[in-house]
């Protein structure tokens, strides 16, 4: 899964990266090392823009955490961070989505925490930064979707929330003692097709949601620190000694 995630690089360099077409540079957030659900988070998806024929790729400022255009509330958010390569196209929260509405989430790399048994009752947890292992951008497979708050008029700004969410797959046997599941990651050969709007076609889409093979992503332990979201800094990412770590009976170094 996919639970926090550093998001650091500029938007200036990720409309380079990835062949961003428009961005309006007033839609600009800061540096985060310390990604939290419900935080804003850039996003690069194709679509026409009003008045136009033609998708155009852009760079945006979503929320993360996905609400489904169906939903009473927005408070579903904070439980649909993540959706499960293997039924996305079944979900209701997320199908429609997944048809007319994917997008690439670009991140530093994600945290993930594996749960170390201690022998005296609660288990520890230690907390691992992923990313890719060439220090590139980790380009994630991402959801879109708009949901109109009824409480509010029409014409008030306010009453639409765009929101995302990242798709997650089986962990490649690096992360797997670390945890089960990991986000799935696209290299830049998918980055066309998964961004299509004019693909729609379920088994084709499916076919998209191949990782990577193994090998491109590394996996560090780092401080609890990042486990307090009121911590949010480059410090967050430094790596711990490895006589540090307790792994269990598992080797990650």
């Not at 996305?88 to 929260?93: F, I, N, T």
């Not at 029409?154 to 490649?172: K, M, R």
């Not at 090998?215 to 332990?221: I, S």
Request: hydrophobic content about 40%; charged content about 25%.
């Amino acid at each position: 899964m996919c639970g926090r995630f550093a998001s650091t690089t500029k938007p200036e360099d990720l409309v380079e990266i990835f062949g961003v077409e428009q961005w309006d540079t007033t839609e600009t957030i800061a540096p985060s090392w310390n990604v939290a659900p419900t935080d804003p988070a850039y996003v690069v998806l194709e679509r026409a823009p009003k008045g136009g024929p033609e998708p155009v790729r852009q760079l945006r400022v979503l929320r993360w955490g996905l609400v489904p255009a169906w939903s009473r509330t927005a408070e579903t958010a904070v439980k649909m961070i993540n959706a499960r390569a293997d039924t996305v196209h079944e979900k209701p929260a997320y199908r429609q989505a997944f048809a007319a509405r994917r997008c690439l989430i670009p991140i530093d790399g994600y945290y993930e925490w594996q749960t170390i048994p201690t022998g005296k009752g609660k288990p520890r947890k230690q907390p691992y930064f992923v990313s890719r292992a060439d220090g590139g951008v980790l380009a994630l497979a991402g959801l879109y979707e708009f949901w109109r708050d009824r409480t509010r008029p029409t014409d008030d700004p306010g009453a639409w929330l765009v929101t995302c969410t990242v798709v997650t797959t089986e962990a490649e046997p690096l992360l797997a003692p670390i945890h089960e599941r990991m986000p799935l990651f696209l290299d830049r050969g998918a980055h066309d097709a998964w961004l299509d709007p004019a693909r729609t076609e379920p088994e084709e889409l499916r076919s998209l949601l191949a990782a990577p093979p193994p090998g491109a992503l590394q996996a560090v332990p780092v401080s609890p620190a990042v486990g307090n979201i009121r911590n949010n800094g480059p410090e967050l990412l430094r790596p711990l000694a490895p006589e540090a770590v307790d792994t269990g009976d598992f080797t990650l170094f």
